[in-house]
Protein backbone atom coordinates (compact mmCIF):
# COMPACT_ATOMS: atom_id res chain seq x y z
CA UNK A 1 0.00 0.00 0.00
CA UNK A 2 1.20 3.38 -1.12
CA UNK A 3 1.56 5.99 2.39
CA UNK A 4 0.64 9.40 2.62
CA UNK A 5 3.22 10.92 5.25
CA UNK A 6 2.05 12.96 7.59
CA UNK A 7 3.88 16.46 9.11
CA UNK A 8 5.64 14.77 11.99
CA UNK A 9 6.49 11.34 9.78
CA UNK A 10 8.18 14.32 7.03
CA UNK A 11 10.30 15.97 9.84
CA UNK A 12 11.81 12.67 11.19
CA UNK A 13 12.40 11.91 7.41
CA UNK A 14 14.34 14.72 6.83
CA UNK A 15 16.43 14.62 9.57
CA UNK A 16 17.15 10.71 8.51
CA UNK A 17 17.90 12.25 5.11
CA UNK A 18 20.57 15.25 6.63
CA UNK A 19 22.39 12.67 8.14
CA UNK A 20 22.80 10.33 5.66
CA UNK A 21 23.69 13.27 3.02
CA UNK A 22 26.24 14.01 5.78
CA UNK A 23 26.93 10.58 6.05
CA UNK A 24 28.04 10.52 2.17
CA UNK A 25 30.26 13.92 2.68
CA UNK A 26 32.21 12.00 5.42
CA UNK A 27 32.88 8.88 3.39
CA UNK A 28 33.94 10.91 0.73
CA UNK A 29 36.39 12.79 2.37
CA UNK A 30 38.05 9.09 2.85
CA UNK A 31 37.44 7.60 -0.38
CA UNK A 32 41.00 7.30 -2.03
CA UNK A 33 43.72 4.35 -3.23
CA UNK A 34 44.41 1.90 -0.94
CA UNK A 35 41.73 2.17 1.57
CA UNK A 36 39.55 -0.90 2.19
CA UNK A 37 35.99 -0.97 1.51
CA UNK A 38 35.43 -2.35 5.02
CA UNK A 39 37.25 0.67 6.45
CA UNK A 40 34.59 3.00 4.38
CA UNK A 41 31.48 1.00 5.72
CA UNK A 42 33.41 1.34 9.34
CA UNK A 43 33.88 5.41 8.47
CA UNK A 44 29.86 5.20 7.75
CA UNK A 45 28.66 3.25 10.70
CA UNK A 46 30.36 5.01 13.22
CA UNK A 47 29.34 8.40 11.58
CA UNK A 48 25.65 7.53 11.78
CA UNK A 49 25.32 6.20 14.89
CA UNK A 50 27.26 9.29 16.14
CA UNK A 51 24.56 11.27 14.33
CA UNK A 52 21.28 9.41 16.76
CA UNK A 53 20.46 7.20 13.70
CA UNK A 54 20.93 3.84 12.82
CA UNK A 55 22.16 2.10 9.13
CA UNK A 56 19.47 1.05 7.73
CA UNK A 57 21.05 -1.91 5.01
CA UNK A 58 22.43 -3.55 8.24
CA UNK A 59 20.89 -7.10 8.72
CA UNK A 60 18.00 -5.75 6.14
CA UNK A 61 16.87 -9.27 4.37
CA UNK A 62 20.33 -10.93 6.70
CA UNK A 63 23.08 -7.66 4.56
CA UNK A 64 25.80 -8.23 6.50
CA UNK A 65 26.94 -4.32 6.11
CA UNK A 66 26.02 -0.46 7.21
CA UNK A 67 26.78 0.44 3.65
CA UNK A 68 26.62 -1.08 0.13
CA UNK A 69 29.56 -0.18 -2.16
CA UNK A 70 29.89 -1.20 -5.68
CA UNK A 71 33.02 -1.00 -7.53
CA UNK A 72 33.45 -0.94 -11.50
CA UNK A 73 30.99 -3.78 -13.19
CA UNK A 74 29.32 -4.46 -9.50
CA UNK A 75 25.89 -2.19 -10.21
CA UNK A 76 24.64 -1.99 -6.19
CA UNK A 77 24.70 -4.24 -3.61
CA UNK A 78 28.48 -4.72 -3.25
CA UNK A 79 29.70 -6.30 0.69
CA UNK A 80 32.63 -4.12 1.85
CA UNK A 81 35.61 -6.53 2.75
CA UNK A 82 39.22 -6.39 2.48
CA UNK A 83 39.24 -5.10 -1.12
CA UNK A 84 40.93 -1.84 -1.58
CA UNK A 85 40.54 1.04 -3.96
CA UNK A 86 42.67 1.24 -6.79
CA UNK A 87 42.95 4.69 -9.16
CA UNK A 88 40.41 4.30 -11.90
CA UNK A 89 37.78 2.69 -9.41
CA UNK A 90 34.16 3.73 -10.03
CA UNK A 91 33.04 2.99 -6.67
CA UNK A 92 28.93 3.32 -5.73
CA UNK A 93 28.25 4.08 -2.13
CA UNK A 94 24.70 3.15 -1.28
CA UNK A 95 23.73 4.67 2.23
CA UNK A 96 20.22 3.70 4.38
CA UNK A 97 19.89 5.95 7.29
CA UNK A 98 16.64 5.15 9.87
CA UNK A 99 16.15 7.85 12.37
CA UNK A 100 13.22 7.11 15.16
CA UNK A 101 11.83 4.70 13.01
CA UNK A 102 11.75 6.57 9.54
CA UNK A 103 14.21 5.57 6.85
CA UNK A 104 16.21 7.98 4.04
CA UNK A 105 18.10 5.38 1.06
CA UNK A 106 20.57 7.93 -1.56
CA UNK A 107 23.62 6.92 -3.34
CA UNK A 108 26.48 8.79 -5.03
CA UNK A 109 29.32 6.93 -7.48
CA UNK A 110 32.81 8.32 -7.38
CA UNK A 111 35.86 8.07 -9.96
CA UNK A 112 38.88 7.46 -7.72
CA UNK A 113 42.25 9.04 -9.87
CA UNK A 114 41.66 9.06 -13.10
CA UNK A 115 39.39 6.91 -15.53
CA UNK A 116 38.40 6.69 -19.50
CA UNK A 117 36.49 10.04 -20.97
CA UNK A 118 33.79 7.34 -21.89
CA UNK A 119 33.67 6.34 -17.77
CA UNK A 120 33.46 9.37 -16.83
CA UNK A 121 30.82 10.31 -19.06
CA UNK A 122 28.97 7.24 -17.69
CA UNK A 123 28.91 8.64 -14.03
CA UNK A 124 28.04 12.06 -15.24
CA UNK A 125 25.38 11.34 -17.71
CA UNK A 126 23.61 8.70 -14.95
CA UNK A 127 23.60 11.55 -12.18
CA UNK A 128 21.82 13.82 -14.54
CA UNK A 129 19.57 11.08 -15.98
CA UNK A 130 18.38 11.36 -12.33
CA UNK A 131 17.63 14.58 -11.87
CA UNK A 132 15.54 14.29 -15.76
CA UNK A 133 13.53 11.67 -13.61
CA UNK A 134 13.28 14.12 -10.80
CA UNK A 135 11.89 16.25 -13.04
CA UNK A 136 8.75 14.90 -13.59
CA UNK A 137 7.89 14.68 -9.98
CA UNK A 138 4.60 16.63 -8.99
CA UNK A 139 1.62 15.39 -7.35
CA UNK A 140 -0.92 14.61 -10.28
CA UNK A 141 1.94 12.68 -12.48
CA UNK A 142 2.28 9.45 -13.17
CA UNK A 143 4.99 7.51 -11.76
CA UNK A 144 5.90 5.96 -15.30
CA UNK A 145 6.77 9.64 -16.02
CA UNK A 146 9.79 9.65 -14.12
CA UNK A 147 11.06 6.08 -15.53
CA UNK A 148 10.32 7.56 -19.02
CA UNK A 149 12.19 10.51 -18.74
CA UNK A 150 15.25 8.27 -17.22
CA UNK A 151 15.06 5.55 -20.10
CA UNK A 152 14.75 8.65 -22.60
CA UNK A 153 17.59 10.18 -21.86
CA UNK A 154 19.72 7.07 -21.08
CA UNK A 155 19.21 6.12 -24.69
CA UNK A 156 20.41 9.23 -26.25
CA UNK A 157 23.59 8.88 -24.26
CA UNK A 158 24.02 4.31 -25.43
CA UNK A 159 23.60 3.30 -21.73
CA UNK A 160 22.38 0.69 -20.78
CA UNK A 161 19.31 0.59 -18.18
CA UNK A 162 19.23 -2.16 -15.83
CA UNK A 163 15.27 -3.10 -15.45
CA UNK A 164 15.45 -5.81 -12.90
CA UNK A 165 15.93 -3.01 -9.84
CA UNK A 166 14.05 -0.33 -9.32
CA UNK A 167 13.56 2.78 -6.97
CA UNK A 168 10.50 2.72 -4.58
CA UNK A 169 9.01 4.26 -1.79
CA UNK A 170 10.53 5.00 1.67
CA UNK A 171 9.12 5.37 5.17
CA UNK A 172 9.23 3.25 8.12
CA UNK A 173 10.45 0.62 5.63
CA UNK A 174 13.57 1.34 3.83
CA UNK A 175 11.48 -0.08 0.80
CA UNK A 176 8.14 0.21 0.41
CA UNK A 177 5.37 0.69 -2.34
CA UNK A 178 5.46 1.74 -4.91
CA UNK A 179 8.22 0.50 -6.92
CA UNK A 180 9.40 3.58 -9.18
CA UNK A 181 11.24 1.99 -12.62
CA UNK A 182 14.04 3.54 -14.60
CA UNK A 183 12.37 2.98 -17.53
CA UNK A 184 8.69 3.43 -19.14
CA UNK A 185 6.14 0.75 -17.96
CA UNK A 186 1.96 1.45 -18.51
CA UNK A 187 1.45 1.85 -14.78
CA UNK A 188 -1.26 4.93 -14.82
CA UNK A 189 -0.66 5.23 -10.67
CA UNK A 190 -0.70 8.74 -10.23
CA UNK A 191 2.22 10.49 -7.49
CA UNK A 192 0.16 12.41 -4.30
CA UNK A 193 1.60 15.11 -2.77
CA UNK A 194 2.89 13.59 1.15
CA UNK A 195 4.48 10.23 -0.88
CA UNK A 196 8.11 9.87 -0.31
CA UNK A 197 10.01 8.03 -3.34
CA UNK A 198 13.65 7.04 -4.11
CA UNK A 199 14.71 7.36 -7.15
CA UNK A 200 17.80 5.62 -8.24
CA UNK A 201 19.07 5.32 -12.17
CA UNK A 202 21.34 2.41 -12.51
CA UNK A 203 23.25 2.75 -15.93
CA UNK A 204 25.58 0.69 -17.51
CA UNK A 205 28.32 1.56 -19.96
CA UNK A 206 27.53 -1.56 -21.82
CA UNK A 207 24.32 -3.88 -21.62
CA UNK A 208 21.65 -3.59 -19.23
CA UNK A 209 21.63 -7.28 -18.66
CA UNK A 210 23.52 -8.18 -15.19
CA UNK A 211 23.71 -11.42 -13.03
CA UNK A 212 23.91 -11.83 -9.04
CA UNK A 213 27.74 -13.05 -7.68
CA UNK A 214 27.42 -16.36 -5.37
CA UNK A 215 27.15 -14.46 -2.14
CA UNK A 216 23.53 -13.86 -3.15
CA UNK A 217 23.90 -9.75 -2.90
CA UNK A 218 26.44 -8.19 -5.53
CA UNK A 219 24.80 -7.65 -8.88
CA UNK A 220 27.28 -7.54 -11.63
CA UNK A 221 27.13 -6.41 -15.05
CA UNK A 222 27.14 -9.66 -17.37
CA UNK A 223 29.42 -8.02 -20.06
CA UNK A 224 32.07 -6.97 -17.13
CA UNK A 225 31.54 -2.73 -17.87
CA UNK A 226 30.98 -0.20 -15.58
CA UNK A 227 27.95 0.72 -14.03
CA UNK A 228 26.79 4.15 -12.08
CA UNK A 229 24.26 4.18 -9.36
CA UNK A 230 22.59 7.33 -8.09
CA UNK A 231 19.84 8.19 -6.12
CA UNK A 232 17.87 10.34 -3.55
CA UNK A 233 14.94 10.32 -0.85
CA UNK A 234 12.34 12.75 -2.35
CA UNK A 235 8.96 14.00 -1.23
CA UNK A 236 6.31 14.90 -3.44
CA UNK A 237 5.24 18.35 -3.30
CA UNK A 238 2.09 19.95 -5.24
CA UNK A 239 4.04 21.75 -7.40
CA UNK A 240 7.23 19.48 -7.63
CA UNK A 241 9.60 17.54 -5.18
CA UNK A 242 11.81 18.21 -2.24
CA UNK A 243 15.12 16.22 -2.33
CA UNK A 244 15.43 15.05 1.43
CA UNK A 245 18.67 13.56 1.12
CA UNK A 246 20.12 16.98 -0.24
CA UNK A 247 21.65 19.83 1.31
Not at 29 to 57: M, R, W, Y
Not at 138 to 164: M, P, T, W
Request: aromatic share 6%; hydrophobic share 35%.
Amino acid sequence: MISIKSDREIELMKIAGKVNYLTHLEVAKHLKVGITTKELNDIAHKFILQNDCKPSFLGYEGYPASICISINDEVVHGIPGRRKIKNGDVVSIDIGVEYKGYHSDSANTYIVGTAPKEVKDLVENTKKSLYEGLSAIKSGAKISDIGSKIESFANKCNLGVVRELVGHGVGTSVHEDPDVPNYYTKDSRVLKEGMVIAVEPMLNLGTRHIYMEEDEWTIKTEDGLPSAHFEHTVLVTKDGYVILTGE
